[in-house]
């Protein structure tokens, strides 16, 4: 069952008498979103100022540097305010900070309240000793991300991007005096389960109490403990004294009769809600979840809950496209959603610890968690060294991660780093030991083998880094896999069964699909057994300064969140009971290639029907396909192999005709999927006209720059040039509402000056005629300064449109330009008549024509 966690803790709380406006209810949690920001003016080296005339702007957190224009390896300060009442002297407020990149440093009132260093772990502050009751208080939180303040506390990796500022979620918290103490950022509740069998388990609840009273203090800590059927299945009480200003923690164990396990796919979740009553009246409450399940290494077999379990999933970062590392509830919800779709039982959450929700919703899925302490990629660094011994931050940090994420069921694995210094991951691996050996401590290895772990992963890249994909059938070596993957960009393409590709610069989608396909067959179908763990690398695009300086393009996901070709097969291998059917190479829209070079289909049907215009090119069984012998190969990196039978993996050769090509795929199941592709006319020909076509008597000025109408709409986030060599890498973004649905005139990259062109072309039916360029500026969060020579040539096209009848149609978007960075573009419009010829004088502009026939009555 699965639940938007929001609202399950309403029920949960509405279920246990926690709602409404009981007066002995004493914690309060109040999401704080809108903040005052301004950058940091404070020298590097000096001790932080406070702003006094300083420009403040409204963000909503989460909320990261960048987003304001403000590069990550900034400071900046937020500003917020809040009433303590006067009736509220004898409660605790503390501030939780979700995550802040990477330095935090709390105010109130202008008083320091407390620093915490390390940008993914949580934080936890008591402002009550600086508060003024029955008045507004100032909030000030200052996040710092430069490199002097930020240094050796497992946030800065030149594996990805550490974005600074708050963001995460941020809360304040109020309780009673004698309350649940937020030990590390933790909820201060730590529940264990013992001594699982069938007929009976134990559950051992830790609770780290605080009287933060004057006085010493007789408390009473109340356990209830519901089943996932929503049933109360036990209780258990336990007592303390606390002298005043003390911590203690206080343990009760009650056994469960008959426990359900929490396992993959079945995610049985116990509720216990913790009460704390003093003096007679409730001081505090606080509901957490765990689940009952055992994870044990059995010689090199992951065994859970006594039964052996091969970990197959995906890596992921905290990061989209527009959000940077800001990521709200909903874009997280929609990953989760992704991978759950795909199937995978196991999420490795890459390089740090993530948000509390993504472990929850790991816990309601059924879904493994990897988790990581943020020690990654050191012994790739250039230059100034970081990370190059333990230090206690380090040590603190990786001791945060446990404590505060203690109680998912999910985490079976904590990481100690990744592709880093050994001995300082052997050294945080210990503190992980000290904190918990109820899980298996691994790390994620680049040659690295501590010692000290119950298991060294590998990160492997046969065929990508070095060597050939086929390599990865090698075992021991890739028998237990943290990271394999390969870089693909949908404009990039070979012929299919090509062995070429240019790490960084040149990644064709063809060839990424032979490496995973040999992957997938190898772990799904040849040797499972052999294959403990598959976690393929990464579910989702991330940026980094790899492919153009700007992402690393192995998520099967792009950073915009678009499924790549290659999920479907791998859906099709992890979830064998659902129907999977999906058509290959969509956005390779217009064939350069020989008219024969194949049409591919991803299905777990047995058997697949090709129509191309309406003819049957035959049925195909799965297991037909085999992957082409790589004595072909392009690639000098590449030795020869032969040919590998794939299954779910469907080919045909049909010859396709110049011009426009319906394409269909049906299964034995009565699935079908279709799409239009454009075949190049043969050398000397010309590309046939469609009789129906709203554009006829296409023409451009460049006779090196032809320009063909592609009759099928434009697609959000698909290429709209039609080079595939990587001279034309820009894409759409969303295609702005009122173009849904046009067509597009497809040429070679316009903001190269050899390209630029007159176009021309009449409609033959009434019709909306779209322009859609760059306009020179972009979005704060690249940022990149405006481009005075774009915004000139911008300029210079909406004149030349305007005075043949375009007008500007305030539709303003991005997509993404030829370096891949997101790029700010405004549309023009003009109506055409049936007959009507339209004109598009030449720019050296990124651009492109859509034409959408109009409605009846528009």
């Known amino acids: 069952m699965r639940y938007a966690p929001a609202a399950l803790w309403a029920a949960i709380l509405f279920a246990f008498g926690c709602g409404g406006t009981a ?7 109040i999401l704080l979103e809108q903040w005052q920001f301004c950058p940091d003016s404070t020298p590097e080296g000096k001790s932080p100022i406070l702003p006094e005339q300083a420009s403040w702007t409204s963000v909503t ?21 809040f009433h303590a009442a006067g009736g509220e002297t004898d409660r605790r407020f503390f501030l939780l900070l979700e995550g ?58 030149n594996l990805y991007y550490t974005n600074g500022g708050l963001y995460r979620p941020i809360w304040l918290i109020k309780t009673g005096a004698v309350h649940i103490y937020p030990d590390m950022g933790s909820t201060g509740v730590y529940l264990t389960p013992k001594n699982i069998r069938a007929e009976k388990a134990d559950l051992e609840v830790r609770t780290v109490l605080h009287n933060g009273s004057d006085q010493a203090v007789e408390a009473e800590v109340r356990h209830t403990i519901t089943g996932p059927d929503g049933t109360r299945c036990a209780s258990v009480t336990a007592s303390a004294s606390l002298p005043a200003g003390t911590i203690r923690t206080i343990t009760a164990v009650e056994s469960i009769t008959g426990p359900k396990l ?4 079945a995610p049985n979740l116990y509720t216990v809600k913790t009460e704390i009553y003093a003096g007679g009246r409730r001081t505090d409450v606080l509901i957490e979840r765990t689940g009952f399940r055992t994870v044990v290494m059995d010689g090199e077999r992951f065994m859970l809950n006594g039964r052996e379990l091969h970990v197959r999933g995906v890596c992921k970062h905290h990061q989209s496209e527009a959000a940077w590392n800001a990521m709200s509830d909903k874009e997280l919800r929609a990953e989760w959603d992704g991978m759950t779709d795909l199937g995978a039982n196991t999420v490795r959450l890459a390089h740090y610890p993530h948000r509390r929700y993504e472990y929850n919703l790991a816990d309601e899925r059924g879904i493994a968690i990897w988790a990581e302490n943020g020690l990654a990629g050191q012994k790739w660094d250039k230059g100034v060294k970081h990370e190059t011994r333990p230090n206690i931050d380090g040590e603190r940090i990786t001791r945060e991660m446990v404590r505060q994420n203690w109680n998912h069921p999910s985490i079976l694995f904590w990481s100690s780093g990744n592709e880093t210094y050994q001995e300082v991951a052997s050294h945080y691996a210990d503190i992980i030991r000290q904190e918990d050996r109820t899980r298996l401590t691994t790390y994620a290895s680049a040659g690295e083998k501590p010692s000290n772990v119950d298991f060294v992963a590998g990160n492997t890249y046969q065929g990508w880094y070095n060597g050939h994909y086929s390599d990865f059938a090698r075992l021991p070596e890739n028998a237990y896999t943290s990271e394999t993957g390969a870089g693909s960009w949908p404009t990039h393409h070979v012929p299919y069964g090509t062995i070429r590709w240019e790490v960084d610069r040149f990644e064709p989608e063809e060839y990424c699909e032979l490496f995973a396909e040999f992957r997938f067959q190898t772990v799904f179908r040849n040797n499972p057994s052999g294959h403990k763990m598959f976690l393929w690398w990464n579910f989702r695009e991330f940026y980094n300064k790899k492919f153009k300086g700007n992402r690393n393009t ?10 790549k070709d290659y999920y479907y097969l791998f859906r099709s291998f992890l979830r064998p009971e659902e129907l999977v059917l999906h058509l290959c190479g ?17 299905s777990n049907a047995d058997r697949v029907e090709l129509f191309v215009n309406g003819r049957s090119f035959g049925v195909k069984k799965n297991g037909d396909y085999a992957q082409p012998d790589s004595t072909k190969t392009e690639n000098k990196q590449a030795a020869p192999t032969a040919g590998t039978v794939i299954n779910n993996v469907f080919f045909w050769k049909p010859s396709l005709s110049p011009g426009r090509n319906a394409i269909e795929v049906r299964d034995s199941r009565g699935l079908s999927q279709s799409m239009i592709l454009y075949q190049k006319a043969p050398e000397g020909g010309s590309m046939p006209e469609e009789a129906d076509s709203i554009v006829a008597g296409l023409k451009s000025s460049n006779a090196d720059n032809p320009a063909i109408f592609i009759d099928r709409p434009a697609e959000s986030q698909g290429p709209f040039y039609y080079e595939v060599d990587g001279q034309s890498d820009n894409t759409f973004d969303a295609i702005p509402d009122i173009a849904a649905g046009a067509a597009w005139i497809a040429t070679k990259r316009l903001s190269l000056e050899e390209n630029r062109t007159d176009l021309s072309f009449r ?41 043949t009848g375009f007008a500007d149609t305030g539709a303003r978007g991005v997509w993404r330009a030829h370096d891949l960075w997101l790029a700010d573009c405004g549309m023009l419009q003009r109506t055409a008549s049936e007959g009507e010829k339209i004109a598009i004088p030449g720019s050296t502009l990124d651009y492109v024509v859509l034409v959408k026939p109009r409605q009846a009555g528009r």
């Open 23 to 29: 007066p002995d209810f004493s914690r309060e949690k």
């Open 61 to 81: 957190v989460p909320h990261a540097f960048r987003l304001s224009g403000l590069h990550e390896e900034s400071a900046g300060w937020y500003r917020n305010s």
């Open 100 to 157: 802040a990149g990477s330095v935090a440093d709390v105010y109130v009132n202008g008083k320091p309240v407390g620093r915490h260093r390390g940008a993914f772990t949580a934080a936890a502050f008591d402002l009550t000793p600086a508060l003024l009751f029955g008045r507004d208080n100032e909030l000030l939180v200052r996040v710092a991300n430069r490199p002097d303040e930020a240094v050796d506390c497992l946030s800065q990796s």
């Open 262 to 265: 929490w396992d993959i796919g």
């Open 554 to 563: 192995k998520g099967i996901w792009t950073l915009a969140g678009m499924p």
């Open 586 to 602: 969509r956005h390779h829209f217009y064939r350069r290639f020989a008219p024969d070079d194949g049409i591919k289909a991803y």
């Open 763 to 803: 409609v033959t039916a009434p019709a909306d005629v779209f322009v859609l360029y760059s306009t020179g500026t972009f979005p704060l969060h690249t940022l990149k300064q405006p481009d005075r020579k774009t915004a000139d040539a911008a300029e210079a096209l909406r004149k030349d449109l305007a005075a």
